[in-house]
């Protein structure tokens, strides 16, 4: 039988990368399409070997954009985490480094037309709510991606995109502390559990035997450490109602320390079964909150909270990150109002990709 092809364009957004693809362009039921995009990864394989995935968590995911019906929205993004090793789907997150990539995309498809030497994409986050203004550099009414932005954890410059997040509280739970508290106690240990952008699970690093300096790759190394926190995130995804969290990348957890290098924390992200190589850019807007919320794991690590709206540089692997906080805290309640970064994405290939007709045909 002859194989399945799909229109589709390669972009790196901030610091991953995956296919891009019209929602209108693949399967409606969930279920075949999670075994499309599985194919399309090459799921399964630690290199996946037979798909265009990257063999780590930050270079399978997916994105599939379509006209909005939301009276504010120019385009929806719905976004996919692929599994590398196993052939699992979760469409419960969104993601903030993919999403950087959606403005340009949304262009390059026609889903969006220019607007002047640069256009804004308005954009709403399907999985989470989530609505997002991006504004792309499109002089002459096309997409630039030369410039002189540059982001840790990505080699050379390129165009800025300046994005602005708005509705991140609740993003998945509907509500910024999910389980009621501020802070509490999980396997004697102290953790944060806060939804914005993304559901985390927050700890201090110290209290899990780090010190806050140590590689990506050397804390893929510690067992015991991925031990610890997965115990740990089973019984907040519970209390935060997530339900079972075992084959969910949700919620994700993250680890506080003083900064090493002039920064405001140094941080470390989990996708959650891995450290990620830099910081995503949802988890980055949980963990700023987190340190500038009153009571939560994070506040004690700033000598005093800056005015609103906040700019935190959180350090990172491979760097830093730095995000704009617009907040108020009204009668002792923390609300966040917005998040903005500076990020950059670049077109890496177009063409057609391809599934086996057993996986899905059209006819």
Same mark, same amino acid.
């Given at each position: ?95 903030g480094n993919i999403l950087v ?25 399907v999985n989470t709510g989530m ?90 190394k510690n067992t015991g450490l ?55 850019? &949802? ?60 990020? &950059? ?12 007709? &057993? ?5």
């Open positions: 039988m002859i194989q399945t092809s799909t229109p589709f364009i390669f972009m790196r957004g901030g610091s991953s990368r995956g296919p891009y693809l019209k929602r209108s362009d693949l399967p409606q039921d969930l279920d075949v399409l999670s075994k499309v995009l599985t194919s399309i990864v090459g799921s399964g394989h630690p290199f996946n070997i037979d798909g265009i995935g990257g063999g780590t968590a930050v270079t399978t995911k997916v994105a599939m954009l379509s006209k909005s019906e939301d009276d504010w929205a120019d385009v929806d993004y719905f976004f996919a985490q692929v599994g590398v090793e196993e052939e699992l789907v979760d469409f419960r997150p969104s993601c990539g959606v403005g340009p995309a949304a262009i390059e498809m026609g889903l969006v037309d220019p607007s002047g030497d640069v256009t804004e994409v308005k954009i709403r986050a609505l997002v203004s991006e504004i792309v550099q499109t002089p002459g009414g096309v997409v630039q991606y030369d410039g002189d932005a540059a982001i840790d954890g990505v080699p050379g410059t390129a165009a800025p995109i300046q994005l602005q997040f708005m509705k991140v509280e609740g993003s998945l739970t509907g509500a910024l502390f999910p389980t009621g508290h501020t802070q509490e106690i999980i396997n004697e240990v102290p953790v944060t559990c806060m939804d914005v952008a993304m559901p985390m699970v927050i700890g201090l690093a110290r209290d899990f035997g780090l010190t806050g300096e140590e590689s990506a790759e050397d804390i893929d991925f031990e610890k926190m997965e115990a740990v995130r089973l019984i907040a995804g519970e209390r935060m109602g997530l339900g079972d969290v075992r084959k969910s990348v949700t919620p994700k957890f993250g680890l506080l320390s003083e900064p090493k290098h002039g920064g405001t924390a140094s941080v470390r992200y989990f996708m959650p079964w891995n450290c990620h190589p830099t910081l995503a850019v &949802t988890g980055s807007q949980c963990l700023a909150s987190c340190l500038l919320a009153p009571g939560t794991v994070g506040e004690r690590l700033l000598t005093e909270r800056p005015a609103t709206p906040a700019t935190l540089q959180l350090e990172h692997p491979m760097g830093k990150m730095e995000v704009l906080i617009d907040y108020e805290i009204q009668q002792g309640r923390f609300n966040v109002k917005s998040a903005g970064l500076l990020r &950059t994405a670049r077109k890496l290939a177009t063409g057609e990709v391809f599934v086996p007709a &057993t996986v899905w045909s059209r006819n």
